[in-house]
């Protein structure tokens, strides 16, 4: 009897429930069935798009919609139950020594940094660096440059060793071949040789070519259907972490230099207030996290914000909780303000010490319904940026425009990956996140909805940052503004594009941003 495919009609939504498409999903279960799946399909019926949690809060991430073309059929392809293809074969192909020097680990590609946190440290072994959140598939979260905080390692995607995915390839008849590639850089891990005699086991094609590497990783999903990667992982550790409490007249004119360390990162209060040291001032909380060497598994952070939600009446139920706070929020600014900053006052007061997996765990994005923007700029920049952040504050109160949630401020090696926001530079980001159900004070905006207060906060922070730094670059997967033009002004966006004509030669991988970016002929 044939397998069963898992597939189906299915209305996908990003995690904030925000998106939606009218889709099929395919859930396949081998990399061979994902394989038969694809090649039922001729290339100028199917649109079809990886996804992984649907984290990302942008187009980028939307399916293709059955209505907006009815000669396509919009596919996404879940990949959470899809293990790895051939897995203990693979570890032949590597160049010998390799593995064990370079601590290589494969992966596939539905898997969650939260389980690959366990089965790395099964392993002895830990990201390098890591996100404040860990429910995104690891496909996801390279796609769009995820970064972690502080010096020690560029964003996620240069911890990539390789990548393999299916895709269309345009054969030498013009016709389009479906084919399963690993793509490395020039020197890569893989031993061509060994790789090549077991192609008839594995029937991968390498491409070990820099342009193609370093477009494809970051590749938004526009490059093919990922199957696994292979991370350059380190040793299990633990960090040490130590908070403090500064006026941000205070902080700042130590940095950038004090910032230039393996881990730091600091939030700014949106306003000033007399919480905290030094009177009626901006504050912010500086975090810096020392290395040890691992002592187990460890215990999750303790911590004073999740804690402080927690103990709220509507803690089991994210949207009457963010409802909640954000009705506050909108209505007290400054009281929310002063709490954000008591707690503040709070975190300095507890000692966080544990592994890696858990201290780099900061998010509160499973108590709380959030939107943000993120921009990315020169490492140099950060005082300009933050006092421009300010500043757009100050004016977004008098129109009762109130920006209600800290901002963070994060730093990061510069990435080789061409579209990547750190790429080619030391890199400072920040971000502004805003709760859902936020709404106008007072002033013109008062009577608009809570979708059109975030995206009119948002948008103007987003303006902001692109006064105060020209060569300002917006997180992918995070709510941006982005145009054809902000594409064309990474320096390797050429070269990027190229391998998207090459890698997407006929459209099965394009959404609405890939037209709306007028990527495709």
Not at 179 to 207: N, Q, Y
Not at 311 to 337: E, G, I, W, Y
Not at 408 to 415: E, I, L, N, P, Y
Not at 458 to 485: E, S
């Amino acid at each position: 009897m044939p397998e069963q495919l898992d597939s189906g009609p299915w209305l996908w939504e990003d995690w904030l429930g925000q998106q939606d498409a009218l889709t099929t999903y395919f859930r396949p279960k081998s990399v061979a069935q994902l394989r038969a799946f694809m090649g039922m399909f001729s290339t100028d019926r199917l649109r079809i798009r990886g996804i992984g949690a649907g984290h990302s809060t942008t187009p980028v991430a939307r399916p293709w919609r059955r209505s907006d073309d009815a000669r396509r059929a919009g596919i996404v392809v879940r990949p959470d139950a899809m293990p790895l293809h051939l897995p203990d074969a693979a570890e032949a192909w590597w160049k010998p020594g390799v593995l064990a020097a370079e601590r290589l680990f494969r992966v596939e590609a539905g898997a969650t940094i939260e389980t690959l946190n366990q089965r790395f440290f099964d392993h002895g072994l830990a990201f390098p660096n890591l996100g404040s959140y860990d429910a995104q598939t690891i496909s996801g979260a390279i796609a769009t440059g995820t970064h972690g905080t502080g010096m020690a390692t560029a964003p996620l995607c240069d911890l990539v060793a390789s990548i393999e995915l299916l895709t269309f390839l345009e054969g030498a008849n013009g016709k389009a071949e479906l084919t399963h590639v690993r793509v490395e850089p020039k020197g890569g891990p893989t031993d061509r040789a060994k790789f090549d005699a077991a192609s008839a086991t594995h029937g991968m094609v390498l491409i070990d070519e820099d342009d193609a590497f370093y477009s494809c990783v970051v590749g938004l999903g526009f490059f093919g259907i990922v199957t696994a990667v292979t991370l350059r992982l380190t040793d299990a550790f633990w960090l040490d972490e130590t908070q403090q409490l500064l006026e941000w007249e205070t902080l700042s004119p130590q940095l950038p230099a004090l910032a230039d360390q393996d881990w730091l990162d600091f939030l700014v209060s949106t306003r000033p207030t007399v919480s905290g040291p030094g009177g009626l001032r901006y504050k912010c909380l500086v975090t810096t996290r020392k290395r040890e060497p691992s002592l187990g598994w460890g215990n999750p952070r303790d911590d004073a914000r999740r804690d402080r939600l927690l103990a709220k009446p509507q803690s089991d139920d994210r949207v009457k909780l963010t409802k909640q706070l954000s009705s506050t929020a909108s209505r007290h600014p400054r009281l929310a303000n002063f709490f954000a900053v008591e707690t503040f006052e709070e975190e300095v007061k507890r000692k966080h010490r544990s592994a890696s997996h858990h201290i780099f765990r900061t998010s509160i994005g499973d108590l709380v319904l959030a939107s943000s923007a993120e921009v990315s700029l020169p490492f140099d920049d950060v005082v300009t940026a933050v006092e421009a952040i300010l500043a757009n504050n100050a004016i977004l109160d008098a129109e009762g425009l109130h920006h209600t949630s800290p901002f963070g401020v994060r730093f990061s090696k510069a990435s080789k990956h061409y579209l990547s926001m750190a790429y080619g530079r030391r890199t400072c980001t920040i971000e502004a996140p805003l709760l859902l159900y936020t709404k106008a004070g007072h002033g013109p905006h008062q009577n608009e909805s809570s979708e059109q207060v975030v995206s009119e906060i948002l948008k103007r922070f987003t303006d902001a940052m692109r006064a105060a730094c020209p060569t300002a670059r917006f997180h992918h997967g995070q709510r941006n503004w982005n145009t054809r033009a902000d594409l064309e002004a990474y320096p390797k966006f050429a070269a990027w594009k190229t391998q998207y004509e090459r890698f997407n030669a006929f459209g099965v991988f394009s959404n609405g941003l890939s037209e709306a970016w007028n990527l495709d002929p």
